[in-house]
């Protein structure tokens, strides 16, 4: 098993190498001049010619690619990302900064997602021909074709503007300082209650129709039947039995789920001005601020990879198939 | 109908001069409908927006331009058709019974599916409404009068959905930005759909290193989110309209290859098992002209479920401001504006929001109804 | 008599028609005595074994019938009651062994669960009963096999553990559906000693379904010849192979191939092919490909008649 983890490990590398390679090319496959990728323009003019020498020279634009290429992999390395122009300080600060805003909300859109997503999707499979699951079904795919951003808007117009119940934006109020610490931390969640729903309500969405999908097929398995042959409770049946393999390929899922909530959280950002990693990508992108946009989309892909890993990891832990792939039956 | 019961020749080649009256004359009814329904939707559309139909007809600029010739190409087409489709019948004398082919069986399955017949329809009027968009608007929607009196007007029979911060009336922009907005979600899905099948086929035809190298390309490429892969390529190529389609396009392919890659292996296996038999036929022919009917039937559906979610990233990146800038009206840099408004003119975003929910929820449920009717699922008889 | 199946009538209501699987069924098993349902692939053999423990899938129902098990009507009985039958009183064998195993518990875990149920075991008592089951019912190293995983057995060794599911509880009644269909020849042999030993053992009655007339040959007492969901013969083992009165029973074992027979010889099939479920002819759905059937045979479907003491034949044409 743990073989099975250091192969999946091992794998991710190159996969990592992969990300840093596509986005050098990007990089140099842009229209212009690859100096403007880390030094703006319109500063270059102002500064002294030596000065730009030196930043040529450590980035390597004046030597062939493949020094570039090489170059470059090393200052990732070393966790150099360069340096943004809005900002004028290092991207890596910048990044992580932001980082853990995006993370609260994606990781708890995650759980939102896991919790109704299943739920739901068990309870309709459950309920199967009655009148709930089509309610259900339709609802979810309703839902699921919403945009994000404009359910965002509606919902703060419906319980910020005209209701009242939630703040229509940013993470924390103007007497956020003067609150005590159980104050301050009731303050976040009450900030992060709009937003992490609407991020979890879509893939919520996704997730009840892939597992009542996944449930129903489980269910009509003939190890279901011999379950019920065997005098078992129905509940047993459905809940010890079919869920446990119906669960299964849901974890990959997860692994998807992250890029899709990850994107998402670039628009849920923007609409309640949530200060992460997505609302930094899409003003470097008005602002073309090209090491924050190169570095943001890296990041992302890193942490996508990572998920994926982790949605890996659990799958071979929960299916005892899978670690045994090499084996023979005895 | 047989030919006794079938009222004259000459009466029917008349009749169909209408379109439809010959099908439904024929007994033929539900196509009479459609192409009578279709025929006198166009018709009254030139008809009540002469004025405009006029003015577009010979209109400098592109988009008029081009409305008007279709609406009128529509009309031909629609009549011909129906002429064609009536001769075509008599001329198979009532043969043309009900088909078993897979074609027709698949067919009959969808028209089953409520949903997703009504999502066809609202999908095909969406984009007749988009592209004679010019000719049905009531107002200009870019052109800005006194705007201090029409700014933030209500909705109203005069202005179906409100004005905006410039007096614009929001109808027309959305009228307009139906045709943005579902043009480009049709052609980035017909860039996707291309890149993808090409990329999927020469990688499973030609296997070995070439299909690894090309397969790890693909793992990469998915690893990065779409929507943050989108932002990167935008924010770095600074893209027009052209280049917006261009990048949703090569954002999404990566389903597709993969899915043409796996028909093409395992179609591979099975031609060189029995290249023995065979008598030489190039492989390269029997791989392609097996993999078209088969491996379609899925592309459809997922390209159908892209159109969806093509229209919903433009709308997102429009609404960020780095897609569809204003004033060339989109339905997310309309939101976007709402936003602004939000507190004083509800309407200026919920219209926009409303007609992308509408849009992608149909094309939601035409993928699913698709699913059904190319996927049937097994019946019980394991159990028999 | 331990099991009465007196006009058993199962149904599947699907959007092309109706699918009747199993029509107007009757026959009994007495205690340990063992039966076997024979009849070619389609013909409801398996819906037979399904409906009597009530676990037909929908789309199909029981329309029709009773189904006596120690005098009580198990179509009849609340859900508790059913539950305790089933794996209790009456165990349930698949044919194909892996499928029966939910893979991701292990062996031992599967048996443990019925044992803890029907036999009121603590998890150490069942733990070490399982064990030894799993060596009684043939199994190498039962110890291994306790923690192990379906995917890590054989398909003999899976069927075997399937077995000792469904007879660790002592039911007075084991169901095997085609146990050795999916197995080897040399495979087979051992499963039907294993359920012929177990048989013994807990003096149980088995009511098998096979189209293997070979296994057929092997294990009964008597037989229960099948067509469309209809009974067409009933009579012991020895009298159907001997002498199989119905046209049908004729063909099929005319169909198998014997020693001793001559080489010149033909094989006698029967003409024809199964004729749809949903489409049945009327009258004897068998006089289309009748070598005796007429015109009379077309009118209602002959009833199960006595021949003689213990046989019952469902045909105009042979009387007692």
Same mark, same amino acid.
């Given at each position: 098993?743990?073989?099975?983890?250091?192969?999946?490990?091992?794998?991710?590398?190159?996969?990592?190498?992969?990300?840093?390679?596509?986005?050098?090319?990007?990089?140099?496959?842009?229209?212009?001049?690859?100096?403007?990728?880390?030094?703006?323009?319109?500063?270059?003019?102002?500064?002294?010619?030596?000065?730009?020498?030196?930043?040529?020279?450590?980035?390597?634009?004046?030597?062939?690619?493949?020094?570039?290429?090489?170059?470059?992999?090393?200052?990732?390395?070393?966790?150099?990302?360069?340096?943004?122009?809005?900002?004028?300080?290092?991207?890596?600060?910048?990044?992580?900064?932001?980082?853990?805003?995006?993370?609260?909300?994606?990781?708890?859109?995650?759980?939102?997602?896991?919790?109704?997503?299943?739920?739901?999707?068990?309870?309709?499979?459950?309920?199967?021909?009655?009148?709930?699951?089509?309610?259900?079904?339709?609802?979810?795919?309703?839902?699921?074709?919403?945009?994000?951003?404009?359910?965002?808007?509606?919902?703060?117009?419906?319980?910020?503007?005209?209701?009242?119940?939630?703040?229509?934006?940013?993470?924390?109020?103007?007497?956020?300082?003067?609150?005590?610490?159980?104050?301050?931390?009731?303050?976040?969640?009450?900030?992060?209650?709009?937003?992490?729903?609407?991020?979890?309500?879509?893939?919520?969405?996704?997730?009840?129709?892939?597992?009542?999908?996944?449930?129903?097929?489980?269910?009509?398995?003939?190890?279901?039947?011999?379950?019920?042959?065997?005098?078992?409770?129905?509940?047993?049946?459905?809940?010890?039995?079919?869920?446990?393999?119906?669960?299964?390929?849901?974890?990959?899922?997860?692994?998807?789920?992250?890029?899709?909530?990850?994107?998402?959280?670039?628009?849920?950002?923007?609409?309640?001005?949530?200060?992460?990693?997505?609302?930094?990508?899409?003003?470097?992108?008005?602002?073309?601020?090209?090491?924050?946009?190169?570095?943001?989309?890296?990041?992302?892909?890193?942490?996508?990879?990572?998920?994926?890993?982790?949605?890996?990891?659990?799958?071979?832990?929960?299916?005892?198939?899978?670690?045994?792939?090499?084996?023979?039956?005895? | 109908?047989?030919?006794?019961?079938?009222?004259?020749?000459?009466?029917?080649?008349?009749?169909?001069?209408?379109?439809?009256?010959?099908?439904?004359?024929?007994?033929?009814?539900?196509?009479?409908?459609?192409?009578?329904?279709?025929?006198?939707?166009?018709?009254?559309?030139?008809?009540?927006?002469?004025?405009?139909?006029?003015?577009?007809?010979?209109?400098?600029?592109?988009?008029?331009?081009?409305?008007?010739?279709?609406?009128?190409?529509?009309?031909?087409?629609?009549?011909?058709?129906?002429?064609?489709?009536?001769?075509?019948?008599?001329?198979?004398?009532?043969?043309?019974?009900?088909?078993?082919?897979?074609?027709?069986?698949?067919?009959?399955?969808?028209?089953?599916?409520?949903?997703?017949?009504?999502?066809?329809?609202?999908?095909?009027?969406?984009?007749?409404?988009?592209?004679?968009?010019?000719?049905?608007?009531?107002?200009?929607?870019?052109?800005?009068?006194?705007?201090?009196?029409?700014?933030?007007?209500?909705?109203?029979?005069?202005?179906?959905?409100?004005?905006?911060?410039?007096?614009?009336?929001?109808?027309?922009?959305?009228?307009?930005?139906?045709?943005?907005?579902?043009?480009?979600?049709?052609?980035?899905?017909?860039?996707?759909?291309?890149?993808?099948?090409?990329?999927?086929?020469?990688?499973?035809?030609?296997?070995?290193?070439?299909?690894?190298?090309?397969?790890?390309?693909?793992?990469?490429?998915?690893?990065?989110?779409?929507?943050?892969?989108?932002?990167?390529?935008?924010?770095?190529?600074?893209?027009?309209?052209?280049?917006?389609?261009?990048?949703?396009?090569?954002?999404?392919?990566?389903?597709?290859?993969?899915?043409?890659?796996?028909?093409?292996?395992?179609?591979?296996?099975?031609?060189?098992?029995?290249?023995?038999?065979?008598?030489?036929?190039?492989?390269?022919?029997?791989?392609?002209?097996?993999?078209?009917?088969?491996?379609?039937?899925?592309?459809?559906?997922?390209?159908?479920?892209?159109?969806?979610?093509?229209?919903?990233?433009?709308?997102?990146?429009?609404?960020?401001?780095?897609?569809?800038?204003?004033?060339?009206?989109?339905?997310?840099?309309?939101?976007?504006?709402?936003?602004?408004?939000?507190?004083?003119?509800?309407?200026?975003?919920?219209?926009?929001?409303?007609?992308?929910?509408?849009?992608?929820?149909?094309?939601?449920?035409?993928?699913?109804?698709?699913?059904?009717?190319?996927?049937?699922?097994?019946?019980?008889?394991?159990?028999? | 008599?331990?099991?009465?199946?007196?006009?058993?009538?199962?149904?599947?209501?699907?959007?092309?028609?109706?699918?009747?699987?199993?029509?107007?069924?009757?026959?009994?098993?007495?205690?340990?005595?063992?039966?076997?349902?024979?009849?070619?692939?389609?013909?409801?053999?398996?819906?037979?074994?399904?409906?009597?423990?009530?676990?037909?899938?929908?789309?199909?129902?029981?329309?029709?019938?009773?189904?006596?098990?120690?005098?009580?009507?198990?179509?009849?009985?609340?859900?508790?009651?059913?539950?305790?039958?089933?794996?209790?009183?009456?165990?349930?064998?698949?044919?194909?062994?892996?499928?029966?195993?939910?893979?991701?518990?292990?062996?031992?875990?599967?048996?443990?669960?019925?044992?803890?149920?029907?036999?009121?075991?603590?998890?150490?008592?069942?733990?070490?009963?399982?064990?030894?089951?799993?060596?009684?019912?043939?199994?190498?190293?039962?110890?291994?096999?306790?923690?192990?995983?379906?995917?890590?057995?054989?398909?003999?060794?899976?069927?075997?553990?399937?077995?000792?599911?469904?007879?660790?509880?002592?039911?007075?009644?084991?169901?095997?559906?085609?146990?050795?269909?999916?197995?080897?020849?040399?495979?087979?042999?051992?499963?039907?000693?294993?359920?012929?030993?177990?048989?013994?053992? &807990?003096?149980?009655?088995? +009511?098998?379904?096979?189209?293997? @007339? /070979?296994?057929?040959? *092997?294990?009964?007492? #008597?037989?229960?010849?099948?067509?469309?969901?209809?009974?067409?013969?009933?009579?012991?083992?020895?009298?159907?192979?001997?002498?199989?009165?119905?046209? &049908?029973?004729?063909?099929? +074992?005319?169909?198998?191939?014997? @020693? /001793?027979?001559?080489? *010149?010889?033909?094989? #006698?099939?029967?003409?024809?092919?199964?004729?749809?479920?949903?489409?049945?002819?009327?009258?004897?759905?068998?006089?289309?490909?009748?070598?005796?059937?007429?015109?009379?045979?077309?009118?209602?479907?002959?009833?199960?008649?006595?021949?003689?003491?213990?046989?019952?034949?469902?045909?105009?044409?042979?009387?007692?």
């Amino acid at each position: 098993m743990s073989l099975y983890i250091l192969k999946r490990l091992l794998l991710a590398i190159p996969l990592l190498l992969g990300i840093a390679t596509i986005t050098f090319f990007i990089v140099h496959l842009a229209p212009g001049d690859p100096m403007d990728m880390y030094l703006e323009p319109r500063f270059r003019r102002q500064m002294d010619p030596e000065v730009i020498e030196l930043i040529r020279e450590k980035y390597g634009l004046d030597q062939p690619v493949h020094v570039q290429y090489v170059k470059w992999l090393g200052n990732l390395a070393t966790g150099d990302l360069g340096e943004s122009f809005r900002y004028r300080r290092p991207v890596a600060d910048v990044i992580a900064e932001r980082i853990p805003y995006t993370l609260q909300l994606s990781i708890l859109a995650l759980l939102f997602d896991a919790l109704f997503g299943i739920a739901l999707g068990i309870f309709s499979a459950v309920k199967q021909y009655t009148r709930w699951d089509k309610i259900v079904t339709l609802g979810s795919l309703i839902i699921y074709s919403i945009p994000g951003f404009w359910l965002a808007l509606m919902l703060v117009l419906v319980f910020s503007v005209n209701l009242g119940w939630f703040p229509t934006s940013q993470t924390r109020s103007l007497d956020y300082e003067l609150l005590s610490w159980s104050g301050k931390v009731l303050d976040r969640i009450w900030h992060l209650v709009l937003p992490v729903f609407v991020l979890g309500v879509a893939s919520a969405a996704g997730t009840a129709r892939y597992m009542r999908n996944r449930l129903l097929e489980v269910l009509s398995e003939d190890y279901v039947l011999a379950a019920r042959a065997r005098g078992l409770k129905e509940r047993t049946v459905v809940f010890k039995h079919a869920l446990r393999n119906a669960l299964i390929p849901i974890l990959t899922i997860y692994g998807l789920a992250l890029p899709f909530l990850l994107g998402g959280a670039v628009l849920i950002e923007k609409v309640f001005a949530w200060p992460g990693m997505g609302l930094l990508a899409v003003e470097a992108v008005s602002g073309r601020d090209y090491p924050v946009i190169l570095a943001t989309s890296m990041i992302a892909a890193v942490l996508v990879v990572l998920g994926n890993l982790l949605a890996d990891v659990t799958y071979a832990i929960a299916d005892p198939r899978v670690s045994y792939e090499k084996q023979r039956p005895a | 109908m047989k030919s006794n019961d079938r009222p004259s020749k000459r009466l029917l080649l008349a009749g169909s001069l209408i379109p439809g009256v010959g099908h439904l004359l024929l007994g033929k009814r539900r196509q009479g409908v459609h192409l009578l329904a279709l025929a006198l939707g166009l018709a009254l559309v030139l008809v009540l927006r002469w004025d405009a139909f006029g003015e577009a007809f010979s209109s400098p600029r592109l988009a008029p331009w081009l409305s008007a010739r279709f609406l009128l190409t529509a009309l031909a087409a629609t009549a011909v058709f129906s002429l064609y489709d009536v001769r075509r019948s008599l001329a198979l004398d009532g043969d043309d019974s009900t088909g078993r082919s897979p074609f027709q069986i698949a067919k009959r399955r969808f028209a089953a599916n409520q949903l997703a017949v009504i999502a066809l329809y609202v999908i095909v009027i969406m984009y007749l409404i988009a592209a004679l968009a010019p000719i049905l608007a009531p107002f200009d929607p870019t052109a800005i009068e006194n705007p201090t009196e029409t700014q933030y007007l209500a909705p109203s029979w005069q202005h179906l959905f409100g004005t905006d911060e410039f007096g614009r009336d929001l109808f027309s922009r959305a009228l307009y930005g139906a045709s943005v907005s579902l043009s480009i979600g049709l052609l980035a899905v017909l860039i996707a759909v291309t890149i993808g099948t090409v990329y999927g086929a020469v990688a499973g035809y030609f296997g070995g290193l070439i299909d690894n190298v090309l397969m790890r390309i693909v793992d990469v490429v998915i690893a990065f989110p779409t929507f943050f892969l989108m932002l990167m390529l935008v924010g770095i190529f600074e893209a027009n309209i052209v280049f917006l389609i261009l990048i949703l396009g090569l954002t999404s392919w990566t389903g597709t290859a993969r899915f043409i890659r796996g028909e093409v292996l395992s179609l591979k296996e099975r031609e060189f098992i029995e290249g023995a038999r065979s008598i030489g036929l190039p492989h390269r022919l029997i791989i392609f002209r097996h993999i078209i009917p088969n491996a379609m039937a899925p592309v459809l559906v997922s390209a159908a479920l892209m159109v969806g979610g093509m229209v919903a990233a433009e709308a997102g990146l429009s609404f960020l401001g780095i897609g569809i800038r204003p004033p060339t009206p989109s339905w997310g840099n309309m939101i976007s504006q709402g936003q602004d408004a939000l507190l004083v003119a509800w309407w200026v975003a919920f219209f926009p929001g409303t007609l992308l929910v509408i849009t992608i929820l149909s094309f939601n449920l035409l993928s699913d109804g698709l699913r059904d009717a190319l996927d049937p699922k097994t019946l019980m008889r394991k159990y028999v | 008599m331990l099991l009465s199946v007196e006009n058993l009538a199962t149904y599947f209501f699907l959007d092309e028609g109706t699918l009747k699987a199993v029509d107007d069924l009757s026959f009994a098993v007495e205690e340990q005595e063992t039966v076997t349902l024979v009849g070619e692939s389609g013909c409801g053999k398996t819906i037979v074994a399904l409906s009597i423990m009530s676990l037909v899938p929908s789309p199909g129902r029981i329309v029709e019938g009773r189904v006596l098990f120690n005098g009580e009507d198990l179509l009849q009985v609340n859900p508790e009651r059913l539950r305790q039958v089933r794996g209790g009183e009456i165990g349930l064998v698949f044919q194909e062994p892996g499928a029966a195993l939910n893979p991701v518990f292990t062996i031992g875990y599967q048996i443990c669960e019925v044992l803890r149920l029907h036999r009121g075991m603590t998890k150490h008592e069942a733990e070490t009963e399982a064990v030894r089951l799993l060596g009684d019912t043939g199994i190498p190293d039962p110890e291994k096999r306790f923690r192990a995983y379906p995917f890590e057995l054989s398909g003999g060794m899976q069927q075997r553990a399937v077995i000792a599911i469904a007879t660790c509880a002592h039911p007075k009644l084991l169901i095997a559906d085609e146990p050795t269909t999916a197995l080897d020849v040399t495979i087979q042999a051992e499963i039907l000693d294993l359920l012929r030993y177990l048989q013994d053992q &807990y003096r149980m009655a088995i +009511l098998m379904i096979s189209h293997d @007339l /070979g296994v057929v040959a *092997g294990i009964s007492d #008597r037989v229960l010849v099948m067509y469309t969901g209809k009974a067409m013969e009933l009579a012991s083992v020895r009298d159907i192979f001997n002498e199989p009165r119905h046209p &049908y029973s004729q063909g099929l +074992l005319g169909s198998v191939p014997r @020693l /001793g027979e001559g080489k *010149g010889e033909l094989r #006698r099939g029967i003409p024809g092919a199964v004729p749809d479920l949903m489409q049945l002819p009327a009258g004897c759905t068998f006089h289309p490909r009748c070598p005796i059937g007429d015109a009379s045979c077309r009118s209602e479907f002959p009833p199960l008649g006595s021949l003689s003491d213990d046989r019952l034949c469902a045909c105009y044409k042979v009387s007692a």
